[in-house]
């Protein structure tokens, strides 16, 4: 059969290559541009799915880094509310009148005590020893032996962090002095068995401890004066701290550090850095400030039998609420003496929740976030969550708020997810807060509050 037109047979038109050539140079051209445009997009999507985090930051190169991991170094959590002094002035001033609450005991944040299996093969970091400061020579360890109004605990066994693991490296560092004899892929294996997981609480550390037969006491409104005097008596002290090595590439980060010696000459502590090596030097002022980050938390570790004697050490701080009280009154100071130090804010906030103070303890959080808090500070510290899952009401947005925020940078974060469940609980939507819960559990089968949170479903 033919078709015809104007009575003659149509027949198809051969293809002008001279006419097509544009267009397909104009097609690949739109192709081309297309896939740069959206390359951060496609790319984020690949790596972050199919390539580990912790291979990624080793071997990408820092361009590619920057645009998968799309991170600003010098990001806050969002804003609550804006600064206002008259508040702030009124909170300090409310606080300062009323009598402390009794304590109401905080949900325990704990974990099983799983079977410890051999080690598998663990990324270091992405940088080589050379460039690490070396260790003191005998004669430098020697000298500060020596020096008038120094001390110095010895020995120990060093150990750099691989991924995110300075809290199991510290600590396998710290136990080297009591000779345990135990690494940092035996103690990651037991706190954080995602190996991708980004924080390891003080709970986590002191539980794996006590699996050791010794014991781990934890503690926060520590001073200069007391890791001297813990030192004096022969145990070394494991603070958690704000760490900024590379604040123009990597920002704020929380980063646990073993303490084992001190010269009140130089007016410097000596350090095991996990990440920048051990005989480190660092001036009290120094790990005074970025201690305060952290509500000064110390953890110590004994023989079980010595317990009395770390106890008067430490003297009545020992006893929880008289710790918090001195907390709280700690950090009313400082933040009357800079009122723009949002740590100081979020100090009060961390005391008010441990005395069970829900409604001014979120108030003191709105201002730490006004303030400009690190984006990170909720991967190590849930003050906030708690705050304002107790006050309830429109504040269970903020959980929420809070919660997507950690875990659009980090999605390994078990907290978050247990936190936004019981927001997202309290406000009716049963079905999503147990995918929370379950999520938060898969990530750390060892988090007992997901458990006890799936249970009660």
């Given at each position: 059969?033919?078709?015809?037109?104007?009575?003659?047979?149509y027949r198809k038109r051969p293809i002008n290559r001279r006419k097509l050539g544009p267009w397909l140079i104009i097609g690949g051209s739109l192709l081309f541009l297309t896939l740069a445009i959206s390359a951060p997009l496609w790319l984020r999507f690949?790596?972050?799915?199919?390539?580990?985090?912790?291979?990624?930051?080793?071997?990408?190169?820092?361009?590619?880094?920057?645009?998968?991991?799309?991170?600003?170094?010098?990001?806050?959590?969002?804003?609550?509310?804006?600064?206002?002094?008259?508040?702030?002035?009124?909170?300090?001033?409310?606080?300062?009148?009323?009598?402390?609450?009794?304590?109401?005991?905080?949900?325990?944040?704990?974990?099983?005590?799983?079977?410890?299996?051999?080690?598998?093969?663990?990324?270091?970091?992405?940088?080589?020893?050379?460039?690490?400061?070396?260790?003191?020579?005998?004669?430098?360890?020697?000298?500060?032996?020596?020096?008038?109004?120094?001390?110095?605990?010895?020995?120990?066994?060093?150990?750099?962090?691989?991924?995110?693991?300075?809290?199991?490296?510290?600590?396998?560092?710290?136990?080297?002095?009591?000779?345990?004899?135990?690494?940092?892929?035996?103690?990651?294996?037991?706190?954080?068995?995602?190996?991708?997981?980004?924080?390891?609480?003080?709970?986590?550390?002191?539980?794996?401890?006590?699996?050791?037969?010794?014991?781990?006491?934890?503690?926060?409104?520590?001073?200069?004066?007391?890791?001297?005097?813990?030192?004096?008596?022969?145990?070394?002290?494991?603070?958690?701290?704000?760490?900024?090595?590379?604040?123009?590439?990597?920002?704020?980060?929380?980063?646990?550090?073993?303490?084992?010696?001190?010269?009140?000459?130089?007016?410097?502590?000596?350090?095991?850095?996990?990440?920048?090596?051990?005989?480190?030097?660092?001036?009290?002022?120094?790990?005074?400030?970025?201690?305060?980050?952290?509500?000064?938390?110390?953890?110590?570790?004994?023989?079980?039998?010595?317990?009395?004697?770390?106890?008067?050490?430490?003297?009545?701080?020992?006893?929880?609420?008289?710790?918090?009280?001195?907390?709280?009154?700690?950090?009313?100071?400082?933040?009357?003496?800079?009122?723009?130090?949002?740590?100081?804010?979020?100090?009060?906030?961390?005391?008010?929740?441990?005395?069970?103070?829900?409604?001014?303890?979120?108030?003191?959080?709105?201002?730490?976030?006004?303030?400009?808090?690190?984006?990170?500070?909720?991967?190590?510290?849930?003050?906030?969550?708690?705050?304002?899952?107790?006050?309830?009401?429109?504040?269970?947005?903020?959980?929420?708020?809070?919660?997507?925020?950690?875990?659009?940078?980090?999605?390994?974060?078990?907290?978050?997810?247990?936190?936004?469940?019981?927001?997202?609980?309290?406000?009716?939507?049963?079905?999503?807060?147990?995918?929370?819960?379950?999520?938060?559990?898969?990530?750390?089968?060892?988090?007992?509050?997901?458990?006890?949170?799936?249970?009660?479903?």
């Amino acid at each position: 059969m033919s078709f015809l037109k104007d009575d003659k047979t149509y027949r198809k038109r051969p293809i002008n290559r001279r006419k097509l050539g544009p267009w397909l140079i104009i097609g690949g051209s739109l192709l081309f541009l297309t896939l740069a445009i959206s390359a951060p997009l496609w790319l984020r999507f690949a790596i972050r799915t199919f390539i580990p985090d912790r291979y990624a930051a080793a071997y990408l190169p820092e361009p590619l880094y920057e645009m998968v991991f799309d991170t600003d170094p010098f990001e806050t959590l969002p804003t609550a509310v804006p600064a206002d002094a008259s508040a702030e002035a009124a909170l300090l001033e409310q606080l300062s009148a009323i009598e402390q609450p009794q304590t109401t005991p905080l949900p325990t944040i704990s974990v099983d005590v799983p079977s410890i299996s051999p080690s598998d093969e663990i990324l270091t970091p992405a940088f080589e020893a050379e460039e690490l400061p070396p260790i003191p020579s005998e004669e430098d360890t020697e000298a500060a032996l020596n020096e008038p109004d120094s001390v110095m605990l010895q020995p120990f066994d060093h150990n750099y962090q691989m991924w995110n693991n300075c809290g199991p490296a510290t600590l396998a560092t710290y136990l080297s002095y009591w000779e345990l004899g135990v690494t940092q892929e035996d103690i990651q294996q037991f706190v954080k068995p995602n190996i991708e997981d980004r924080n390891v609480r003080p709970d986590e550390l002191q539980a794996y401890v006590e699996s050791l037969g010794y014991n781990m006491i934890v503690r926060v409104d520590g001073d200069l004066d007391l890791i001297q005097r813990l030192i004096d008596a022969g145990y070394p002290v494991m603070i958690e701290k704000g760490f900024d090595p590379e604040p123009d590439r990597l920002g704020w980060m929380g980063h646990y550090l073993l303490i084992y010696g001190y010269s009140k000459t130089d007016r410097t502590f000596w350090t095991m850095d996990s990440y920048l090596g051990p005989g480190q030097q660092e001036p009290y002022d120094y790990i005074n400030r970025m201690w305060q980050h952290f509500n000064r938390t110390y953890l110590v570790v004994y023989p079980p039998d010595q317990y009395a004697e770390v106890a008067a050490i430490i003297g009545q701080d020992i006893d929880t609420q008289t710790m918090y009280t001195g907390a709280l009154a700690t950090a009313q100071i400082e933040a009357q003496a800079d009122p723009d130090n949002p740590y100081a804010w979020f100090n009060i906030g961390s005391s008010l929740v441990a005395l069970g103070d829900s409604a001014n303890a979120a108030s003191a959080f709105d201002i730490a976030r006004s303030k400009g808090t690190p984006w990170r500070m909720l991967w190590y510290q849930f003050g906030p969550y708690e705050a304002y899952l107790n006050v309830g009401g429109d504040r269970l947005n903020d959980v929420i708020t809070l919660a997507d925020t950690v875990l659009a940078n980090n999605e390994y974060s078990e907290e978050a997810y247990y936190y936004k469940g019981r927001a997202l609980e309290a406000m009716g939507y049963h079905d999503e807060a147990i995918e929370c819960y379950e999520k938060a559990s898969t990530l750390n089968p060892h988090f007992e509050l997901a458990e006890i949170a799936l249970a009660e479903q």
